[in-house]
Antibody, heavy 125, light 110 residues
């Protein structure tokens, strides 16, 4: 059974960095793209970036470029999302979501068919 | 301001049909597949429709999708109280080179 299990809630101060993990199981890790999506409480979904576990390539939404880094550990089938220079407005629920497709398709969104449970990041002084 | 435009809310009575629209542009819906997601309160989004009109296994045929040009529509028939949720359209924007979502539509089953 396909699962994405994310790390636990985080509380950070403005200016800190946070690293959220997303452990994949039940499928071939390198064959499917992984997205990160965030949701501020009471608001809609915001796409942050896409990661290709096959070659480590990434594409980020412009507003997160330079502040978000997506990486992987193939040995543990885990994808990481690290965000630096945290601001109060980064307080949100962060999701990893597997794309329906992956290598060798173009690295775009074809539909996110499996989602993690979400990780709450709270930025507070 | 979302790249894709959805109505903030729709409502209908149990058993009835409802449609949710999603409007975009040539760089997103005009040239890429649309997906639809259902987010029940307090849960992660769930894929309902992919490639404009295909349903993942386990999604009942009460849910349907269509796309024409730069607009897409999600249809739900035989409404149930359990369908009360937020619904989002999503696609890829080839000009921005990013994924994009609509702002979401809250469905109320009266």
């Amino acid at each position: 059974q396909v699962h994405l299990v994310q790390s636990g809630a985080e509380v950070k101060k403005p200016g800190d960095s946070v690293k959220v993990s997303c452990k994949a199981s039940g499928y071939s890790f390198t064959n499917y793209f992984m997205h990160w999506v965030r949701q501020v409480p009471g608001q809609g979904l915001e796409w942050m970036g896409i990661f290709n576990p096959n070659d480590g390539s990434t594409t980020y939404a412009q507003r997160f470029q330079g502040r978000v880094t997506l990486t992987r550990d193939t040995s543990t089938t885990t994808v990481y999302m690290e965000m630096s220079s945290l601001r109060f407005e980064d307080s949100a629920l962060y999701y990893c979501a597997r794309d329906r497709l992956g290598y060798p398709h173009d690295t775009i969104s074809y539909g996110m068919d499996v989602w993690g449970q979400g990780t709450t990041v709270t930025v507070s002084s | 301001q979302s790249v894709l435009t959805q109505p903030p809310s729709v409502s209908a009575a149990p058993g009835q049909k409802v449609t949710i629209s999603c409007s975009g542009s040539s760089s997103n819906l005009g040239n890429n597949y649309v997906s639809w997601y259902q987010q029940l309160p307090g849960t992660a989004p769930k894929l309902l429709i992919y490639e404009n009109n295909k349903r993942p296994s386990g999604i009942p045929d009460r849910f349907s999708g269509s796309k024409s040009g730069t607009s897409a529509t999600l249809g739900i028939t035989g409404l149930q109280t359990g369908d009360e949720a937020d619904y989002y359209c999503g696609t890829w924007d080839s000009s921005l080179s990013t994924g994009v979502f609509g702002g979401g539509t809250k469905l109320t089953v009266l």
